[in-house]
């Protein structure tokens, strides 16, 4: 079995962010704002099996992951990624499915940051 990326990788946070907490904070919170908008996206995308659509939304949802070093979801949205290129319509909802996993634990994981 594969071992998952850590949800926060809050190492690479502080390295990036230093001493600015608040900012990484702000920014941490303002990408789990953004993740949610555009998860909702992508469900409506792949209900109506818009797969242009969703590749970019994934696209961007996976960068703006990595950004603020959100690997677990940035993983999941990398393998849905890979599902909407394919147009696997089932493989594409389970990664959705795991998507929302993540970003609650994201969440989760936000409220611990120093």
């Known amino acids: 079995m594969r071992e ?3 949800v926060l990788d809050t190492g690479r946070l502080q390295q990036i962010f230093g001493d600015d907490l608040d900012g990484a904070r702000e920014i941490v919170e303002q990408t789990i704002a953004d993740a949610g908008a555009l998860i909702g996206q992508l469900h409506i995308a792949l209900a109506a099996g818009a797969f242009a659509q969703a590749d970019d939304l994934a696209h961007a949802l996976k960068g703006i992951c990595r950004t603020v070093c959100a690997l677990r979801l940035a993983e999941i949205t990398e393998a849905l990624n890979g599902a909407v290129k394919r147009r696997d319509t089932i493989a594409s909802l389970n990664e959705y499915t795991k998507m929302n996993v993540a970003l609650d634990e ?9």
């Not at 994201?106 to 120093?114: D, G, K, Q, S, V």
């Open 4 to 6: 998952h990326s850590p």
């Open 106 to 114: 994201l969440r989760e994981a936000a409220t611990h940051l120093p």
